[in-house]
């Protein structure tokens, strides 16, 4: 059976870190190429792995319109907190996980450096 996926190298583009006291509006993603991992990365151990499309960053100057595919890469509870929802299982009817994927979402850091994440 052949497969729809084309060659690609290189390594898979990840969302800049979020400046204290600013933040990122993004969508999660559960379709592409990217998938949910948790996983080493280098000497900061094991972190989350998560597809997003990226719509807004203050790092970021020129966005297209539609945002672009990439992995957010971090170790904050609230990464810990989604990939138990949607990898997990801990969402029994299905529902938070349709919210997951059908909103955008603005991630926050706060001046202290933790993040959150609230739907738009």
């Not at 390594?11 to 600013?22: A, F, I, L, N």
């Not at 997003?52 to 672009?68: D, F, N, R």
């Amino acid at each position: 059976m052949p497969s729809n996926k084309k060659l690609s190298f290189g390594t898979v583009p990840r969302m800049p870190e979020v400046p204290k006291g600013e933040h990122a509006e993004l969508m999660f993603s559960n379709e592409g190429d990217l998938t949910w991992e948790h996983k080493e990365d280098g000497e900061y151990g094991m972190k989350r792995f998560t597809p997003i499309v990226l719509l807004l960053h203050p790092s970021v100057e020129s966005l297209p319109s539609s945002g672009i595919a990439m992995h957010w890469v971090s170790r904050c509870g609230a990464a810990d907190q989604l990939h138990a929802v949607v990898l997990n299982g801990l969402d029994a009817n299905d529902s938070m996980r349709k919210e997951i994927f059908k909103n955008k979402w603005k991630l926050i850091r706060s001046i202290t450096g933790s993040y959150r994440l609230e739907q738009i």
